[in-house]
């Protein structure tokens, strides 16, 4: 006949790998939703030309156009690079260069904001 201290100890085994099942099941899926997003974002690289410049930041739709979030790296040539991982979708985004506004570069579609000025648009697919 059984003891009541050897049923604990049978139900504690029991709860304890059930446990171990739950936290290895909750891992997977951590995991899985990890992997998930980031195939449903896109690594983009966003880069400007400013030799001269001693501060470059990406702004835009992507990072509630917070001009101190984002900055580019400087490598020596003046290049100013930063790679941001985005979802689908459409942005804006504009680069601020020294406490000024500049539009990309590169060739891009732009559209008027409410400032006055345009902002690049961006399509991530």
């Not at 509630?64 to 003046?78: A, C, E, R, V």
Request: hydrophobic content about 30%; proline content about 2%; aromatic content about 8%.
């Amino acid at each position: 006949m059984a003891t009541k201290k050897s049923i604990v100890k049978k139900n504690s085994k029991k709860t304890s790998k059930k446990n171990a099942s739950l936290g290895k099941s909750r891992i997977k899926g951590a995991i899985k939703r990890t992997l998930a997003k980031k195939e449903l974002e896109r690594e983009i690289e966003f880069s400007f030309y400013a030799p001269l410049a001693s501060s470059v930041t990406i702004v835009g739709t992507f990072n509630s156009w917070n001009p101190s979030i984002t900055k580019l790296t400087k490598d020596g040539h003046g290049n100013w690079k930063k790679t941001v991982s985005l979802k689908r979708g459409q942005y804006e985004y504009r680069f601020f260069v020294d406490g000024e506004w500049e539009n990309d570069q590169k060739e891009c579609t732009c559209i008027p904001n409410e400032h006055g000025s345009c902002n690049c648009v961006l399509h991530v697919t």
